[in-house]
């Protein structure tokens, strides 16, 4: 089992649809929790960290359900621009603070 | 600005000929990464350094090297590179382990 699971893509979504990516993590001891967008070619860029109480921004909101090990990331009204792989990454500090990405999910938002 | 910058942005060595990536970085953090990332894969990390302490992954080949002469500059060596080692390498920064990583542009190699 992959420490890190995401939904399988790609996801095709019209304009102005909401989507939802979730992500589950196999080590309970983890301790930060990221979600990153990639453009194709282009480097990983940390859209948002999640906290425990859940965060916003803009149209993005984060979750996070410990109990469950389990995150989430909604995007409400898509836009083009948000077409991406969109990583689920976690922070395991007892190996040294080493990032475990998830494989990401594609999105692709339609006109 | 950029923040973390990685030259080249594209490299095209021989099979077996020695090259050397770079990373800086205008944030002053502590630790420097390096990854590789090769199509349709996750980023693997290859090693990183906490300030001067160098920290190997077990299974980062030995043909992988790096080297952190101060806290902007990292570098990364590749001995003798194979075909197999054609990717994206990306270098990241954070200011302590625990926090946000932020990744340079990387750098596209290629093996001839």
């Known amino acids: 089992r992959k420490e890190v699971e995401q939904d399988p893509g790609p996801f095709n979504v019209p304009e102005g649809a909401t989507v939802a990516f979730n992500c589950t993590y196999s080590?309970?001891?983890?301790?930060?929790f990221f979600w990153y967008r990639q453009d194709c070619r282009k480097e990983p860029k940390l859209l948002m960290s999640v906290y425990s109480s859940g965060n916003e921004d803009g149209r993005f909101t984060a979750q996070l359900n410990r109990a469950s090990q389990y995150i989430s990331l909604l995007i409400r009204d898509s836009k083009l621009s948000d077409s991406a792989t969109y990583l689920c990454?976690?922070?395991?500090?007892?190996?040294?603070?080493?990032?475990?990405f998830g494989q990401g999910t594609e999105l692709s938002v339609k006109p | 600005d950029a923040m973390v910058i990685q030259n080249p942005r594209y490299q095209v060595t021989q099979f077996g000929k020695p090259v050397t990536l770079s990373c800086s970085q205008t944030?002053?953090?502590?630790?420097m990464y390096w990854y590789q990332q090769k199509s349709s894969q996750a980023p693997k990390l290859l090693f990183h350094?906490?300030?001067?302490?160098?920290?190997n992954e077990a299974d980062t080949p030995d043909n992988f090297q790096s080297r952190r002469p101060n806290t902007s500059f990292c570098f990364l060596d590749i001995r003798s590179p194979g075909l197999g080692d054609a990717a994206m390498y990306l270098c990241a920064t954070s200011r302590d382990p625990t926090g946000e990583q932020y990744f340079g542009p990387g750098t596209r190699l290629t093996v001839t």
């Open positions: 944030l002053n953090h502590n630790v």
């Open positions: 080590n309970s001891a983890s301790q930060s």
């Open positions: 990454v976690v922070n395991n500090y007892n190996q040294g603070g080493k990032l475990i």
């Open positions: 350094y906490y300030d001067k302490d160098f920290n």
